[in-house]
């Protein structure tokens, strides 16, 4: 399916979803022998509803930028005379020592903001997995998390086949985390009560 074709499917759905959806609930609670329960189903569509088109729209914007953005930067890199010269370089070659600058500077403020995100959610993450599963309550966070960003630099460091074979074993670990968050999904939330400590992926594990 092409990108047009999607964007057109999405908007066709979405345009249901907002005006002919509210008619086809206010009908089915209407003529349902327990209003409260078809309202309730309802309901559980629209938020299903509220948490898809987000993510929809998301989607629809982001690949276009990130696909054309990557492009031109592509053939920025590629237009070289030198295949070993970096940005930075190539940003001097191109437009001379002062407006090369810039373009580094710039360059580098895209994804400056994102390491003190990165380190901050990796940090979070193992804190958590030290104090709820494995009880060492008395990791200051200061230490770990400069061990953990210094860990995450040694290997943007490291070579090329590092970087690589870390990227790779990573990838596993991710597929069973997205396996074990669809279980729970999907087996986790048959029998929830707001009134009751629901253990989640625990509960559903046992049954």
């Known amino acids: 399916m092409s ?40 309901l559980i569509v629209d938020a299903g509803a509220g948490g898809f088109w987000p993510l929809v729209i998301g989607t629809l914007l982001v690949f276009p930028m990130t696909f054309l953005a990557h492009r031109a930067l592509a053939r920025f890199v590629v ?7 970096d940005i930075t370089e190539l940003s001097r070659e191109k437009f001379g020592e002062g407006k090369g600058l810039l373009v580094t500077a710039l360059y580098a403020l895209c994804f400056l903001p994102i390491l003190p995100i990165y380190g901050v959610a990796v940090t979070n993450s193992v804190s958590s997995l030290l104090e709820n599963q494995l009880g060492w309550t008395g990791v200051p966070r200061w230490l770990l998390s400069l061990v953990l960003v210094g ?26 985390m997205l396996a074990m968050a669809v279980f729970a999904m999907l087996f986790g939330t048959r029998r929830t009560s707001a009134a009751e400590h629901n253990r989640g992926l625990v509960l559903a594990a046992r049954r």
Do not use: C
């Open 3 to 42: 990108d047009g074709a999607a964007i057109g499917l999405a908007v066709v759905l979405l345009a249901i979803n907002a005006f002919i959806w509210p008619v086809v609930a206010w009908l089915l609670a209407r003529r349902a022998a327990a209003p409260l329960a078809a309202e309730h189903r309802n």
């Open 79 to 85: 237009s070289g005379d030198d295949p070993e010269t």
């Open 151 to 176: 860990l995450l630099m040694s290997v943007v460091v490291a070579s090329q086949k590092v970087m690589l074979w870390v990227a790779q074993v990573v990838v596993y670990p991710l597929i069973v």
